[in-house]
């Protein structure tokens, strides 16, 4: 032992920090939890697969988190099992009630509360750090800890205010019209340039003012983010605020010194980014202008613009029965439209009187159709709709020029010809379903005011073999199957 005055010099001395040992076991277990991982992205890759795919993730889920438990001293079990308990019973009474139109908002909010989790703990890990065992010799936080704690809180504090946002706009809590404010891009540009000075300044002083500073421009830049965007946009922010929160996650796994947790954020975070950048392609938008928080807010902008006032064909529900009955192929397109009025199931219903009538039912989902990633699918999939019934653009596209009918109901956007046509239209280059080449186009909208998230006509509208079924969409499908059955 060293005389008392060796030990003065030395300084104060630094808390104890246990480090455990790496159990294989506990390798192991996390490495089965990365597999299920795995296999439930693959299985939510299509409809028919998803349920298991969902149960792969549960499966992968409870190994990793009661590995976690078994594994790491914590200081009241029975605190943490109360609060388990408390979160899953809120999960669990939501699912229940949540409806299905009502997805895209809960996806929003529990990607906002991934966010505040990975604040939550980077706050935690900076007020405590040798709980963590993330300090030095010196007491102080180790320099690669600094890094990975101020990247996951300004990641989630991103993920956290911008799904806040989305959550608004899609739960019509907020308009769902793009909010410009001057010099917007400067403006994130500077607060950009802010995060990244002082989260230096953290990572090379261990300053207290740096960390939180990080944190209130991250809150800030995640709002600036998002209320550029139009609300018919969402699908693909959806998506990446998705991939934010699994990076975050990811961040945060560095600091809990968790594998698990840093691959399953790896994992999210990748498969978020590269689903987003296929909707990009999927809309004819650039990946990096969803990062930079302008993505279809011109386009958005223009939703206020007059249309030419032109004739068009009106129809009644017993005039789409009876040319519905005579068709031998029937493609079915549905949009936000649909979602909105919750009429799957009654689309469904039509599309099973029209089979016993020998008609045959296809559906076409096009990749950024509804509010979310896969809106559509989960829908239809809710309505029960045979998975075999349900095609993406590309594998049915070819089809329209066959097809006696495209029945279209609440889309727009995506069965416009103005993408492939127009140059200056703001979709122009989207790749868009051929419905004008089928014999008899039907569309279901509310009125001739309404135009998609991009503000311009549909000259579908139009043309000779257009009938316009102008009524809510579930009240009109369900007149329809009236006639239909009658």
């Known amino acids: 032992m060293l005389p008392p005055e060796q030990m003065l010099e030395l300084g104060p001395p630094v808390a104890e920090v246990t480090v455990h040992a790496v159990n294989p076991w506990v390798a192991f277990a996390y490495l089965v939890s990365g597999v299920f991982f795995i296999l439930a992205l693959r299985g939510l890759s299509s409809p028919a697969t998803s349920r298991n795919g969902n149960r792969f993730g549960m499966a992968g889920m409870l190994i990793a988190v009661v590995t976690t438990l078994v594994t790491h001293d914590i200081a009241s079990l029975p605190e943490i099992v109360a609060a388990m308990a408390i979160g899953g019973g809120i999960g669990f009474v939501i699912a229940r009630r949540i409806a299905m139109t009502a997805m895209p908002q809960l996806v929003a909010a529990f990607h906002s509360l991934v966010g505040l989790a990975a604040v939550l703990v980077a706050i935690a890990a900076f007020l405590d750090p040798a709980a963590f065992a993330i300090v030095d010799a010196n007491g102080a936080i180790e320099a690669v800890a600094r890094i990975e704690m101020v990247l996951g809180a300004a990641i989630g504090a991103i993920t956290f205010s911008g799904s806040v946002i989305a959550f608004a706009k899609l739960n019509g809590n907020m308009s769902g019209a793009p909010i410009l404010l001057p010099g917007r891009h400067f403006i994130n540009l500077a607060i950009v340039l802010g995060i990244a000075v002082f989260a230096f300044g953290f990572w090379s002083g261990e300053h207290a003012i740096d960390f939180w ?88 902008a223009a939703g206020g613009a007059a249309k030419e006032q032109r004739p ?93 009918v495209a029945f279209i109901i609440g889309a727009n956007d995506v069965v416009n010809p103005a993408a492939k046509t127009d140059k200056t239209s703001p979709i122009y280059g989207m790749p868009v379903f051929d419905v004008d080449k089928a014999k008899t186009v039907m569309f279901i909208k509310r009125s001739m005011g309404g135009v998609g998230y991009a503000g311009v006509d549909n000259d579908v509208f139009y043309l000779d073999q257009t009938l316009m079924l102008l009524a809510d969409a579930k009240k009109m499908v369900e007149e329809i199957n009236k006639a239909l059955a009658d």
């Open 312 to 404: 068009y064909k009106r129809g009644s529900a017993e005039d789409a029965a009876f040319m519905l009955k005579q068709a031998e192929s029937v493609i079915v397109i549905p949009g936000y439209g649909m979602a909105v009025a919750q009429a799957q199931h009654a689309l469904r219903e039509m599309g099973d009187l029209l089979k016993k009538e020998g008609v045959s039912v296809k559906y076409a989902i096009h990749p950024v159709a509804g509010r979310m990633p896969g809106h559509m699918n989960v829908l239809l999939a809710e309505a029960q709709v045979p998975y075999d019934d349900v095609f993406e653009l590309e594998d049915i596209n070819s089809e329209f020029a066959q097809a006696d």
């Open 213 to 300: 500073l990080v944190l209130a421009l991250a809150f800030l830049i995640g709002f600036l983010l998002i209320v550029p965007i139009g609300g018919a946009d969402m699908p693909v922010v959806v998506s990446m605020l998705n991939s934010y929160s699994g990076w975050a996650a990811a961040a945060m796994g560095f600091t809990l010194h968790n594998t698990a947790m840093i691959v399953t954020g790896a994992l999210v975070g990748s498969s978020g980014a590269i689903l987003s950048y296929i909707m990009c392609r999927a809309m004819n938008r650039s990946f990096i202008s969803v990062i930079a928080g302008g993505f279809g807010a011109e386009a958005s």
